[in-house]
């Protein structure tokens, strides 16, 4: 089965302290891979992704993250955390259908909390 | 919110009503989705389309109905049957092909049923 994991619900960081927020993933072939960060009452937005190549992929906001294949693992990362990444961070993975077609699968999200 | 609008932005609703939250993008995306957020559940995905006039249910279709009836529109119908609809309603979309395959998101409906 497709799923993925955020093992965290969440997450405190004082501020200007590197950040790791877990995603744990599993799905058939070669995995897509998607962070995205909620605000209070606002829609997701895209950080960033891993298709293929570099295992660090480099996002919006300083954000990076690791993808591990034999760990199934997609940490999402930063060195120095701010007040203002405080929000909802979600995990996805992008998988195909019995029917062929795609569709996103969501963690369950980690609250980052940054303490100044 | 990148090109997709949603309306309205708070939506009450009695018991037995049905209502129909908008969806539109002006992204060009051929694939558009709607899903259910609640608090410690994360996302959930309720339809999707991958293209004009056709639609598949998602893992928590019932009480929902869809419509695609053009590329830039995707509503969706919360009807009566749908018994806990109380819930932020989330619209995204998609291209189908070449790399740029993240979802945009809509700013999201708060639905509460009175």
């Given at each position: 089965a497709q799923s993925v994991a955020q093992p965290e619900d969440q997450v405190n960081v004082a501020e200007g302290n590197p950040l790791t927020v877990k995603c744990t993933y599993s799905v058939s072939g070669n995995p897509y891979l998607f962070w995205y960060v909620q605000y209070p009452n606002r829609g997701l937005q895209f950080l960033l992704k891993y298709i293929t190549g570099d295992n660090l992929v480099k996002g919006s906001y300083g954000f990076e993250a690791e993808f591990n294949k034999s760990q199934t693992s997609f940490h999402l990362k930063k060195p120095s955390a701010l007040v203002s990444d405080s929000a909802l961070y979600f995990c996805a993975v992008r998988g195909r259908t019995t029917s062929g077609t795609y569709k996103y699968i969501f963690g369950t999200g980690t609250r980052l909390k940054v303490l100044a | 919110d990148g090109g997709i609008t949603q309306s309205p932005k708070y939506l009450f609703r009695k018991e037995g009503q049905n209502v129909t939250l908008s969806c539109e993008q002006n992204?060009?995306?051929d694939a558009m989705y709607w899903y259910r957020q609640d608090p410690g559940q994360g996302l959930r995905l309720i339809y999707y389309s991958q293209i004009v006039n056709d639609f598949q249910k998602g893992d928590i279709a019932e009480g929902y109905s869809v419509s695609?009836?053009?590329?830039?529109s995707f509503p969706l119908t919360v009807t009566?049957?749908?018994?806990?609809?109380?819930a932020f309603y989330l619209c995204a979309s998609s291209t189908t092909?070449?790399?740029?395959n993240e979802q945009f998101f809509g700013p999201g409906t708060r639905l509460t049923v009175l």
């Open positions: - | 992204l060009n995306h695609r009836e053009k590329k830039e009566s049957a749908q018994k806990n609809p109380t092909s070449g790399r740029l």
